[in-house]
């Protein structure tokens, strides 16, 4: 993962934060991950990520790792934006986030609810439709 950039679709789910966990506290070179989360506004999407995700025990052993540094880590590390998969360029509206989400991801980690949706699916993002 050293100097990837991932996008992370799903990860207020129960698998998405333990692999966003682990990849944060055992690979912290990697370069960036976004995080797309189902909100209102980039301030909801903030809002749930410090209380469903990070605010969760299972950051502490990170939190604990770190220490002081944590928060400047999480900011280097992640930018959380809302969308939603159902919608057109996953509801992105803000456009120049979403050219810096086709420029820079590497991979794409869809952990989705539902049997119809898929498992596990790590795909190069070049592969990725976001039309
Ligand atoms: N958990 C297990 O032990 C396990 C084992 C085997 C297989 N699986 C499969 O693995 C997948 C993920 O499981 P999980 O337990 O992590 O699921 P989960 O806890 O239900 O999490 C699902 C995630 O998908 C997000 N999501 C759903 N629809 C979305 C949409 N339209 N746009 C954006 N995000 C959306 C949810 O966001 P919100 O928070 O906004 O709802 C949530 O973050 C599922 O397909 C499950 O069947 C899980």
Known sequence: ?????????GATGFLAKIFLEKVLRVQPNIKKVFLLLRAADAKSAAHRLNNEILGTDLFNLLKEKLGANFNSFISEKLTVFPGDICYEDLGLKDSTLKEEICNQVDFCLLLLGGIETLFFTLVPFENADMT
């Open 1 to 9: 993962m050293e100097d990837k950039t991932i996008l992370v679709v």
